[in-house]
């Protein structure tokens, strides 16, 4: 089993930045893919951003730009810089761990942060 604890989120104006951070823990070899995503009220889960073991990274169209995603494999962290935040980014904002190798299943959630942007 893989534990993923978030932390970061908050209360921020527009314009304003934040810090999220998001470590797995547990008995396992390496993890292929760590990302961000959000959910807003009565919407579907959607990416914000996503990097793999070596580097590669991915963003959402709305957050490119603004948003920054970097790991560090030694520490089995993953963060997401945030900057020029926009009420529009409101939601609870999840990590996720997939391709874990060592375990099954090999994919895994976090228990959410709320990221709250007031205009």
């Known amino acids: 089993q893989v534990q993923l604890v978030e932390s970061g989120g908050g209360l921020v104006q527009a314009g304003g930045s934040l810090r999220l951070s998001c470590t797995a823990s547990g008995s396992f070899f390496s993890i292929g893919a760590m990302g961000w995503y959000r959910q807003h009220p009565g919407i579907q889960r959607e990416l914000v951003a996503t990097i793999t073991l070596y580097g590669s990274t991915n963003y959402a169209d709305s957050v490119r730009g603004r948003f920054t995603i970097s790991r560090d494999n030694a520490k089995n962290t993953v963060y997401l810089q945030m900057n020029s935040l926009e009420p529009e980014d409101t939601a609870v904002y999840y990590c996720?761990?997939?391709?874990?190798?060592?375990?099954?299943?090999?994919?895994?959630w976090g228990q959410g942060t709320q990221v709250t942007v007031s205009s």
């Open positions: 996720n761990a997939a391709g874990v190798l060592g375990v099954w299943p090999n994919d895994y």
